[in-house]
């Protein structure tokens, strides 16, 4: 049987889920659909339009947990959300 955790954190009016699986795990910013994770190619990558999930730009970072922590560290401090200066912040 497969196991799979998921952890759900509100930051300012976003939902942070975390899911991690054997074969990988996600981070996922609700409500504007941003995906971060390393399925597919093993490395991580994030998915910076929602309506295009084939378009991904890879990550020098590979912990999840840091990746979190600079998504939430980011949340708390701006007070608009930025699709292209996160990106930025993780590469």
Excluded: A, C
Aim: hydrophobic content about 35%.
């Amino acid at each position: 049987m497969l196991r799979k955790t998921q952890d759900k954190f509100p930051v300012g009016d976003k939902l942070i889920y975390d899911v991690e699986t054997p074969n990988g795990w996600s981070i996922i910013i609700m409500p504007d659909n941003i995906l971060i994770d390393n399925y597919h190619i093993g490395k991580s990558h994030i998915h910076p339009d929602p309506s295009n999930h084939n378009y991904k730009i890879e990550l020098s970072l590979d912990n999840p947990s840091e990746i979190k922590e600079i998504i939430f560290d980011y949340l708390n401090v701006t007070q608009n959300f930025d699709i292209d200066e996160l990106v930025e912040m993780l590469k």
